[in-house]
Nanobody
Framework: QVQVVESGGGSVQAGGTLKISCAAS????????MAWFRQTPGQEREGVAH????????YYADSVKGRFTVSLDNARNTMYLQMNSLKPEDTGMYYC?????????????????WGQGTQVTVSS
């Protein structure tokens, strides 16, 4: 069974920086694909960034590209999201998701394993 646990959220001013983490455990083959989603107030859950743990290739939502960077630690057990130049619209609950294979990383239903989320609040 795969488990993922998010941490590192907090409250920052617009233009600030946060780095959040997702610690993963369980069989590596069951968590080859990992992603960050966020639930923004008033909006549906949105895929923010995705990374393939086998090769490190990453994809980003247009809304965060150029500002956010997803990465892995050397053991590939922790996924990070470095968030720079934060905007109030980045506010939301950020969730870590993982699975062994996904068809579309933007679809919640493609991921079996989810964390409880970490709150990110960006103030004007």
């Amino acid at each position: 069974q795969v488990q993922v646990v998010e941490s590192g959220g907090g409250s920052v001013q617009a233009g600030g920086t946060l780095k959040i983490s997702c610690a993963a455990s369980g069989p590596t083959y069951s968590r080859r694909f990992m992603a960050w989603f966020r639930q923004t107030p008033g909006q549906e859950r949105e895929g923010v960034a995705h990374i393939f743990t086998g090769g490190g290739v990453a994809y980003y939502a247009d809304s965060v590209k150029g500002r956010f960077t997803v990465s892995l630690d050397n053991a590939r057990n922790t996924m990070y999201l470095q968030m720079n130049s934060l905007k109030p619209e980045d506010t939301g609950m950020y969730y870590c998701a993982a699975d062994g294979l996904v068809k579309n990383w933007r679809d919640e239903s493609d991921f079996r394993y989810w964390g409880q989320g970490t709150q990110v609040t960006v103030s004007s």
